[in-house]
């Protein structure tokens, strides 16, 4: 079952408020941060935040097997579940982590991990 709505916004509200304590305890521990260092403790800082929006949201979606399965792109067969595999992937807000059913291809021995 996917986590409610309130579970979520805890989660992330305790995820930002840790971010924001290192942020602030960087702060007390750089007397006198240039430009760049400040730009670089609030891009770590946007990103610890835009990493853990997405992953909740990733965790809140309910995987669900599609029926019927992905055509394989080779043979244009159905291809059968498999089972549920997990996955880091580097996305444009950081690095993720997704579990989703993964699809084989008895013909051509081929499998693929949707979304793509």
């Known amino acids: 079952m ?3 709505r309130a579970e979520i916004r805890a989660k992330l509200l305790a995820g930002a408020e840790q971010a924001i304590d290192e942020l602030l305890d960087w702060t007390d521990h750089t007397p006198r941060p240039n430009l760049t260092q400040i730009e670089n ?27 019927p399965g992905p055509l394989c792109p080779t043979c244009q067969r159905e291809m059968h579940y498999k089972d549920t595999k997990a996955q880091t992937v580097e996305s444009r807000v950081g690095h ?8 084989y291809c ?3 021995r081929q499998s693929i991990f949707p979304p793509r």
């Open 41 to 67: 403790a609030v891009l770590k800082l946007r990103r610890q935040l835009s990493e853990q929006a997405a992953q909740a949201v990733i965790e809140a979606q309910a995987a669900q097997q599609p029926v």
């Open 106 to 108: 008895e013909q051509c």
């Open 96 to 103: 993720l982590r997704i579990a989703r059913g993964y699809y």
């Open 2 to 4: 996917p986590p409610t």
